[in-house]
């Protein structure tokens, strides 16, 4: 069973940038997607980006399209999400999730059956 571990977080200042990396470990993503999501303060979870590891299609939130990118390193076997001109509205945990998701889940927490523990990102004003 894969196992998924996020680095990268941290304190950054309003308008910096962040990488945040999701390892797998165990098996390769194979066919599965990988997204992204955040919690932040008294919030619920909720989507930031996703992508499916064999044919790269990827969805955004709203939020953080044109800001956040998410990218595929194969050689890695990790999903990097590259986050610029950071709000302190971005403030959360992230976490990485992968499973098998049809396109009209993968938005969603429903499509995802492995979770990393999260990795915290304050963006400070």
């Known amino acids: 069973q894969v196992q998924l571990v996020e680095s990268g977080g941290g304190l950054v200042q309003a308008g910096g940038s962040l990488i945040l990396s999701c390892a797998a470990s165990g098996r390769s993503f194979s066919d599965s997607a990988v997204a992204w999501f955040r919690q932040g303060p008294g919030k619920e979870r909720e989507f930031v980006a996703a992508v499916r590891w064999s044919m790269g299609s990827i969805r955004y939130a709203d939020s953080v399209k044109d800001r956040f990118t998410i990218s595929r390193d194969k050689a890695m076997n990790r999903v990097l999400l590259q986050m610029n001109s950071l709000k302190p509205e971005d403030t959360a945990v992230y976490y990485c999730?992968?499973?098998?998701?049809?396109?009209?889940?993968?938005?969603?927490?429903?499509?995802?059956?492995?979770w990393g523990q999260g990795t915290q990102v304050t963006v400070s004003s």
């Open positions: 999730a992968t499973g098998r998701p049809i396109w009209s889940t993968m938005a969603t927490m429903r499509g995802y059956d492995t």
